[in-house]
C-alpha cells in the first residue's frame, strides 16, 4: 500500500528536527564535556608528572654512586609504570639518548616527527595528542638524573580509534533510530483522521448531506472535525433552505399570475361578445397583479443580493428620529385609516452611522407591518432609547401573542402566521433582518403586555 503524501512528509519532518537535534547535543556535549575533560586532565596530569619526577628523583638519589642506565630499581619502575599505562615508558639524557625503557625495539616512530612547537606546554610536563590519523598520546616530564643534569621522562600511549565521542555519537544514532520508528504510528495517527475528513468531503459532495465525520479527539484535527461536522449541517439548513425558498418563490409568482391568465381570458371572451362593460375593472386588476409582481420580483432581488453581500453598505451619520418620524409621515393615509393610535418616544438625540436607503427599507418594513397587522383602533408603540452606547428601537403593535417557534419564524422568507389575515410577500422581515445584519445589528421578537414587540439594537454608533 502506498503510504500518503501527508504521511511522508510528517515523518520527514520529524527526522529532519531530531537529527538537527542530536547535532545539537553532539555540539554540546562535545563542547562541555571536553572543556570539563581537559581541565581535569590538566589538574591529574600535573598531580602524575610531579609524583613521577619525585619517584625517579628518590630512585635515583638512593644509589647515588650506580648510573642512572644501570639503576635496577629505577628499570623496574618504568616496567611497573608502562605496564600500569599499557604504554611505552622510557627515560632520556638531557642530549636525548636512551637511558632505560620499558619495552623492547626501537622508540616509536611517530614521536620523531612531532615537532617541539606542536608540544603543548604545561609547565612541569609537555604532551601532544593525535585523534586524526595514529590516536597517541605522549608526554614528557623533566627529571633531574644528576646533580647537574635534567633529562626527560617520556611516555608514549597508542589509543584505539574508538573513543568517547565515537561511542556518543554511535549511541545517539541509535536512539534516533529507536525514534524515528516510533514516530511512524504517531504519523498513520495523524493522518488516518485526515483521511476520514477527505473520506467525508467527498461523501458530502456527493449529496449525502446526512453523513458526519467520526473523528474524536480535543487536539486541532478534533476541532477540525467538528468544525467540519458544524458546516455540514449549516450546509444542510442552506440546501434545504435555498429549495423552501424556491418553491415558496414559485408558488408566491403563480398567484398573481393566475389572477393575470384569468383577467385575460375574462377580457378575451368580452371581446369576443363585443361586450365593453368592466374592461376597465379587469384591466385594473390586471395593473395590481403586475404591480405586485414587480414588488415581489423586486424583493427577493434584494433579498439574494443582501445574502450574497453584493449591496455595498455605505455608512453615513443618520438621525434616527428623523428617519422613523419621515416614515411614519408616509404611513399616515393608513394609520388615519384604521384609526390607530401610535405613541411614540424618540430620545435618540445623536446620530448613528449607517446606510440610509437599507435603514429606511428595514424600518420602513417594521413600521408598515406594526399598521397592516394592528387591529382598527388599536396602538402601535415607538421607542427609543440608548443601552451601553448603541441605539435600540422597539416597535409594539397590539397583534396576539405568537408561539415560540413563530417569534423565531417570522424573519424567515414567505412566513406567514396562522392568525396573519392581511396579505403580503412574507419577505419584509427577511429582508429587514438581513439589513440590520449588515449593519453588525440584531433584531428580535418578543410578547409583551402591549402585544407583539420587535427590538433591534444597531451596534454602530458615532458619538
Same mark, same amino acid.
Given at each position: 500500500?502506498?503510504?500518503?503524501?501527508?504521511?511522508?512528509?510528517?515523518?520527514?519532518?520529524?527526522?529532519?528536527?531530531?537529527?538537527?537535534?542530536?547535532?545539537?547535543?553532539?555540539?554540546?556535549?562535545?563542547?562541555?564535556?571536553?572543556?570539563?575533560?581537559?581541565?581535569?586532565?590538566?589538574?591529574?596530569?600535573?598531580?602524575?608528572?610531579?609524583?613521577?619526577?619525585?619517584?625517579?628523583?628518590?630512585?635515583?638519589?638512593?644509589?647515588?654512586?650506580?648510573?642512572?642506565?644501570?639503576?635496577?630499581?629505577?628499570?623496574?619502575?618504568?616496567?611497573?609504570?608502562?605496564?600500569?599505562?599499557?604504554?611505552?615508558?622510557?627515560?632520556?639524557?638531557?642530549?636525548?639518548?636512551?637511558?632505560?625503557?620499558?619495552?623492547?625495539?626501537?622508540?616509536?616512530?611517530?614521536?620523531?616527527?612531532?615537532?617541539?612547537?606542536?608540544?603543548?606546554?604545561?609547565?612541569?610536563?609537555?604532551?601532544?595528542?593525535?585523534?586524526?590519523?595514529?590516536?597517541?598520546?605522549?608526554?614528557?616530564?623533566?627529571?633531574?638524573?644528576?646533580?647537574?643534569?635534567?633529562?626527560?621522562?617520556?611516555?608514549?600511549?597508542?589509543?584505539?580509534?574508538?573513543?568517547?565521542?565515537?561511542?556518543?555519537?554511535?549511541?545517539?544514532?541509535?536512539?534516533?533510530?529507536?525514534?524515528?520508528?516510533?514516530?511512524?504510528?504517531?504519523?498513520?495517527?495523524?493522518?488516518?483522521?485526515?483521511?476520514?475528513?477527505?473520506?467525508?468531503?467527498?461523501?458530502?459532495?456527493?449529496?449525502?448531506?446526512?453523513?458526519?465525520?467520526?473523528?474524536?479527539?480535543?487536539?486541532?484535527?478534533?476541532?477540525?472535525?467538528?468544525?467540519?461536522?458544524?458546516?455540514?449541517?449549516?450546509?444542510?439548513?442552506?440546501?434545504?433552505?435555498?429549495?423552501?425558498?424556491?418553491?415558496?418563490?414559485?408558488?408566491?409568482?403563480?398567484?398573481?399570475?393566475?389572477?393575470?391568465?384569468?383577467?385575460? #381570458? $375574462? &377580457?378575451? /371572451?368580452? =371581446?369576443?361578445?363585443?361586450?365593453? *362593460?368592466?374592461?376597465? %375593472?379587469? !384591466?385594473?386588476? +390586471?395593473?395590481?397583479?403586475?404591480?405586485?409582481?414587480?414588488?415581489?420580483?423586486?424583493?427577493?432581488?434584494?433579498?439574494?443580493?443582501?445574502?450574497?453581500?453584493?449591496?455595498?453598505?455605505?455608512?453615513?451619520?443618520?438621525?434616527?428620529? #428623523? $428617519? &422613523?418620524? /419621515?416614515? =411614519?409621515?408616509?404611513?399616515?393615509? *393608513?394609520?388615519?385609516? %384604521?384609526? !390607530?393610535?401610535? +405613541?411614540?418616544?424618540?430620545?435618540?438625540?445623536?446620530?448613528?452611522?449607517?446606510?440610509?436607503?437599507?435603514?429606511?427599507?428595514?424600518?420602513?418594513?417594521?413600521?408598515?407591518?406594526?399598521?397592516?397587522?394592528?387591529?382598527?383602533?388599536?396602538?402601535?408603540?415607538?421607542?427609543?432609547?440608548?443601552?451601553?452606547?448603541?441605539?435600540?428601537?422597539?416597535?409594539?403593535?397590539?397583534?396576539?401573542?405568537?408561539?415560540?417557534?413563530?417569534?423565531?419564524?417570522?424573519?424567515?422568507?414567505?412566513?406567514?402566521?396562522?392568525?396573519?389575515?392581511?396579505?403580503?410577500?412574507?419577505?419584509?422581515?427577511?429582508?429587514?433582518?438581513?439589513?440590520?445584519?449588515?449593519?453588525?445589528?440584531?433584531?428580535?421578537?418578543?410578547?409583551?403586555?402591549?402585544?407583539?414587540?420587535?427590538?433591534?439594537?444597531?451596534?454602530?454608533?458615532?458619538?
Amino acid at each position: 500500500m502506498r503510504p500518503a503524501k501527508l504521511y511522508i512528509k510528517i515523518f520527514l519532518s520529524f527526522v529532519l528536527v531530531l537529527i538537527i537535534t542530536e547535532i545539537l547535543i553532539f555540539g554540546l556535549f562535545i563542547f562541555s564535556a571536553g572543556r570539563i575533560f581537559n581541565s581535569r586532565f590538566e589538574r591529574y596530569a600535573k598531580v602524575q608528572a610531579s609524583m613521577i619526577n619525585d619517584f625517579i628523583k628518590e630512585k635515583i638519589k638512593s644509589e647515588p654512586e650506580i648510573h642512572p642506565a644501570e639503576n635496577k630499581s629505577l628499570q623496574n619502575f618504568l616496567l611497573r609504570l608502562g605496564k600500569t599505562y599499557d604504554a611505552k615508558v622510557w627515560l632520556t639524557d638531557s642530549d636525548g639518548t636512551v637511558l632505560l625503557k620499558s619495552f623492547q625495539g626501537d622508540i616509536p616512530v611517530g614521536v620523531a616527527g612531532i615537532a617541539k612547537d606542536r608540544m603543548k606546554d604545561y609547565e612541569q610536563f609537555k604532551m601532544h595528542r593525535n585523534f586524526k590519523r595514529r590516536h597517541f598520546f605522549y608526554i614528557t616530564i623533566p627529571v633531574e638524573i644528576s646533580n647537574s643534569e635534567t633529562g626527560s621522562f617520556h611516555l608514549y600511549e597508542n589509543m584505539k580509534k574508538t573513543h568517547i565521542e565515537g561511542a556518543f555519537a554511535l549511541g545517539l544514532a541509535g536512539i534516533g533510530i529507536i525514534i524515528a520508528i516510533l514516530i511512524i504510528p504517531v504519523s498513520r495517527l495523524i493522518t488516518k483522521r485526515i483521511k476520514l475528513l477527505k473520506a467525508s468531503a467527498i461523501r458530502i459532495a456527493e449529496g449525502d448531506l446526512s453523513h458526519r465525520v467520526m473523528v474524536k479527539g480535543k487536539d486541532e484535527i478534533g476541532e477540525l472535525g467538528r468544525s467540519f461536522n458544524r458546516m455540514a449541517e449549516e450546509l444542510g439548513k442552506m440546501i434545504k433552505g435555498g429549495r423552501e425558498l424556491t418553491a415558496n418563490i414559485s408558488h408566491e409568482l403563480r398567484s398573481p399570475l393566475a389572477r393575470i391568465r384569468i383577467a385575460q #381570458e $375574462l &377580457l378575451g /371572451e368580452k =371581446l369576443e361578445r363585443n361586450e365593453y *362593460n368592466d374592461l376597465d %375593472r379587469h !384591466l385594473c386588476d +390586471m395593473q395590481e397583479d403586475v404591480e405586485e409582481l414587480d414588488r415581489l420580483i423586486g424583493n427577493i432581488l434584494l433579498l439574494s443580493k443582501l445574502d450574497i453581500h453584493e449591496t455595498a453598505i455605505k455608512l453615513k451619520p443618520i438621525d434616527l428620529s #428623523e $428617519l &422613523l418620524n /419621515e416614515i =411614519l409621515k408616509h404611513l399616515k393615509p *393608513n394609520i388615519s385609516r %384604521r384609526n !390607530l393610535h401610535v +405613541m411614540t418616544s424618540l430620545y435618540v438625540d445623536q446620530p448613528i452611522s449607517g446606510d440610509m436607503n437599507a435603514l429606511k427599507t428595514a424600518f420602513s418594513n417594521i413600521l408598515e407591518n406594526a399598521v397592516k397587522f394592528t387591529p382598527e383602533n388599536d396602538h402601535v408603540i415607538i421607542k427609543t432609547c440608548f443601552e451601553e452606547n448603541s441605539p435600540v428601537i422597539t416597535v409594539t403593535n397590539s397583534f396576539k401573542a405568537l408561539t415560540d417557534e413563530e417569534l423565531t419564524r417570522i424573519f424567515e422568507p414567505f412566513y406567514r402566521t396562522e392568525q396573519s389575515s392581511a396579505s403580503g410577500s412574507g419577505l419584509g422581515l427577511a429582508i429587514t433582518k438581513k439589513i440590520i445584519e449588515r449593519h453588525k445589528g440584531n433584531i428580535r421578537a418578543e410578547n409583551s403586555p402591549d402585544g407583539l414587540k420587535i427590538i433591534v439594537r444597531l451596534t454602530v454608533y458615532v458619538p
